[in-house]
Structure formats: structure tokens, C-alpha cells
């Protein structure tokens, strides 16, 4: 039985792709009406206010500052820019296609924590990112997609590799900030580095669309919190194959919001990360 920590870090990880599940989608659940940049713009500045609650309720003096300024550019600029190709690769794909390219990140961050960060790699970890990956693909059937044709494609990958460096970088800013301090940083900076875009392709829109999009910074809050949670309990190489609960949640919100029903092959997928999941929670002895 893994300790109760190890238990609670997968939990909160698996909670922070539910959440993040739902950022990931609002280019398609917006229509694709709405720039990119706009839309991460509106949600970070949303998510502002929220921060300066937080820290008023934490009762304690919490740093305003990185300890890290070179790291934080770092993870802003692969984290935003990872965050503007899920985006458009969800707008251009089906959502079950562009989790699964996504779900590369997940050997990336393997592969990535154990190369910079020098972390131990077990068998273990190395069959559940084997059998994980294999169940997204399962699931999401991409030879029903011509992935020739489509520039979503390689746009999918490139948030995938951006994905799995933000990971790294947020392990090593996580043991050198407060939880605040990282999750303020990288909203200031991001709004910083996306400002010029987000003016030249501003856009009116109506009311629920922006209500919508104002929602995300709230909730994306909450996401961050969750993954630094999961990432101050776990190391890199139990949190990237995690990351393959993806495709089972964009499954699950492509049948509530657009009537998609999965197959066989989605379940027989499910059935494969359910299991990579299991081998993940029981390597902590």
C-alpha cells in the first residue's frame, strides 16, 4: 500500500488534468471565435484577483518575488506557448486526436526529468509509461485521422515537447518558491510576453462567450494549485504518465458537449491507463 502522500499527489495530479482537460477545450468549446491570445489574456487577467485573495487569506508574508527569475522566463515561455498549441491544435482536431498527440508530453517528461533532473527511472515506471501510451492510442484511434493533411498534427507535438519541459522546470521552481509565488509569477510574466499579440488580435465578443472565457482564470487557478501540489509530492517520472487521464477526460467531455459516444477501442484504451495507473500508485514502497 503506497504512503498516504504518494496516494493524495496522484490524486491531486489526476485533478489538475480534469481541470486543465477543460482550458485545453475552450478554443473548440468557444467556437474558435476567439484569438488565442485574447483568450489566455482574459484568463489571466481573471485569474488576478483570485491571487490577491489567496494571499491575503494565506495570513502569512509570501514572497512576491521568484527566487528564480531565469527558470520562471523559461517555464512562461514553453508553459504559454505549449498552452497556445493545445489550443489551436484542439480547434483544428477532434478532441480525442489532439489529447492523444498531447499525451506525448507524458514519456517527454519521463525522459526530460530523468536526463535534467537526474531522477531515478524504475522498471515500473518505464511499463506504466509503455502501457499508458499505449491505451491513449487505443482510445483515441488516430489512423481515423490524415495526419498528413493536418497541420494540427505536428502542432499537437509541439505543445506535447513545450508541456513536458514546463513540467521540469515547475519540479525545480516548486522546491525553491511558495505555491503562490509560482502561480503569480507565471501570470505576470504571461501576461507580459502575450500583451502585444492579445492587442493586434483583439476581438468584440458577446456576454456568455466572455463570462465563459473570465471563468477560465478562476479555474486555472485552481489547476495550477492542484498540479504544485502533485509535483511537491511526486517525482517527474510518476507525474508525466499520469497525464495519459487526458484522453479519458476529453473523451468524457467531447460525449457530454458534443454527443460523441466512445467505442471498443476507447474503452480497451481506458482499461490500459486505469492499469498503467495502478502500477504508478503501488511503486511507492
Same mark, same amino acid.
Given at each position: 500500500?503506497?504512503?498516504?502522500?504518494?496516494?493524495?499527489?496522484?490524486?491531486?495530479?489526476?485533478?489538475?488534468?480534469?481541470?486543465? #482537460?477543460?482550458?485545453?477545450?475552450?478554443?473548440?468549446?468557444?467556437?474558435?471565435?476567439?484569438?488565442?491570445?485574447?483568450?489566455? +489574456?482574459?484568463?489571466?487577467?481573471?485569474?488576478?484577483? %483570485?491571487?490577491? %485573495?489567496?494571499?491575503?487569506?494565506?495570513?502569512?508574508?509570501?514572497?512576491?518575488?521568484?527566487?528564480?527569475?531565469?527558470?520562471?522566463?523559461?517555464?512562461?515561455?514553453?508553459?504559454?506557448?505549449?498552452?497556445?498549441?493545445?489550443?489551436?491544435?484542439?480547434?483544428?482536431?477532434?478532441?480525442?486526436?489532439?489529447? #492523444?498527440?498531447?499525451?506525448?508530453? *507524458?514519456? &517527454?517528461?519521463?525522459?526530460?526529468?530523468?536526463?535534467?533532473?537526474?531522477?531515478?527511472?524504475?522498471?515500473?515506471?518505464?511499463?506504466?509509461?509503455?502501457?499508458? &501510451? $499505449?491505451?491513449? /492510442?487505443?482510445?483515441?484511434?488516430?489512423?481515423?485521422?490524415?495526419?498528413?493533411?493536418?497541420?494540427?498534427?505536428?502542432?499537437?507535438? =509541439?505543445?506535447? /515537447?513545450?508541456?513536458?519541459?514546463?513540467? %521540469?522546470?515547475?519540479?525545480?521552481?516548486?522546491?525553491? @518558491?511558495? $505555491?503562490?509565488?509560482?502561480?503569480? +509569477?507565471?501570470?505576470?510574466?504571461? &501576461?507580459?510576453?502575450?500583451? /502585444?499579440?492579445?492587442?493586434?488580435?483583439?476581438?468584440?465578443? @458577446?456576454?456568455?462567450?466572455?463570462?465563459?472565457?473570465?471563468?477560465?482564470?478562476?479555474?486555472?487557478?485552481?489547476?495550477?494549485?492542484?498540479?504544485?501540489?502533485?509535483?511537491?509530492?511526486?517525482?517527474?517520472?510518476?507525474?508525466?504518465?499520469?497525464?495519459?487521464?487526458?484522453?479519458?477526460?476529453? *473523451?468524457?467531455?467531447?460525449?457530454?458537449?458534443? =454527443?460523441?459516444?466512445? *467505442?471498443?477501442? #476507447?474503452?480497451?484504451?481506458?482499461?490500459?491507463?486505469? #492499469? *498503467?495507473?495502478?502500477?504508478?500508485?503501488? @511503486?511507492?514502497?
Amino acid at each position: 500500500m503506497p504512503p498516504p502522500s504518494r496516494l493524495a499527489g496522484i490524486g491531486w495530479a489526476l485533478a489538475g488534468v480534469l481541470v486543465f #482537460t477543460i482550458i485545453f477545450a475552450a478554443g473548440k468549446l468557444t467556437g474558435g471565435e476567439v484569438p488565442l491570445a485574447q483568450l489566455v +489574456t482574459l484568463r489571466l487577467l481573471a485569474a488576478l484577483p %483570485v491571487l490577491a %485573495v489567496w494571499r491575503l487569506a494565506a495570513g502569512k508574508r509570501i514572497p512576491l518575488f521568484t527566487r528564480a527569475p531565469g527558470w520562471s522566463v523559461l517555464r512562461v515561455l514553453a508553459g504559454y506557448g505549449g498552452l497556445i498549441c493545445a489550443l489551436e491544435a484542439g480547434v483544428r482536431l477532434p478532441l480525442a486526436q489532439a489529447s #492523444t498527440l498531447g499525451l506525448v508530453e *507524458g514519456v &517527454l517528461a519521463v525522459l526530460f526529468g530523468a536526463l535534467l533532473l537526474h531522477e531515478q527511472v524504475s522498471r515500473r515506471h518505464t511499463l506504466a509509461a509503455a502501457v499508458g &501510451l $499505449a491505451g491513449a /492510442v487505443l482510445a483515441a484511434e488516430p489512423w481515423q485521422v490524415d495526419w498528413q493533411a493536418s497541420i494540427g498534427v505536428p502542432i499537437a507535438l =509541439g505543445s506535447a /515537447v513545450l508541456f513536458a519541459l514546463e513540467a %521540469v522546470i515547475i519540479k525545480k521552481l516548486v522546491e525553491l @518558491d511558495e $505555491a503562490w509565488t509560482v502561480i503569480f +509569477t507565471v501570470h505576470v510574466l504571461g &501576461l507580459l510576453v502575450l500583451a /502585444v499579440p492579445a492587442a493586434l488580435t483583439w476581438r468584440a465578443l @458577446d456576454w456568455p462567450t466572455t463570462l465563459f472565457v473570465l471563468g477560465l482564470g478562476p479555474l486555472g487557478i485552481l489547476g495550477q494549485f492542484m498540479n504544485v501540489r502533485a509535483w511537491r509530492a511526486l517525482p517527474v517520472s510518476v507525474i508525466g504518465p499520469l497525464t495519459y487521464s487526458w484522453v479519458l477526460f476529453a *473523451g468524457l467531455l467531447g460525449f457530454v458537449v458534443f =454527443g460523441e459516444v466512445p *467505442g471498443l477501442w #476507447t474503452l480497451a484504451g481506458a482499461a490500459c491507463i486505469l #492499469t *498503467g495507473g495502478v502500477l504508478l500508485a503501488r @511503486d511507492g514502497r
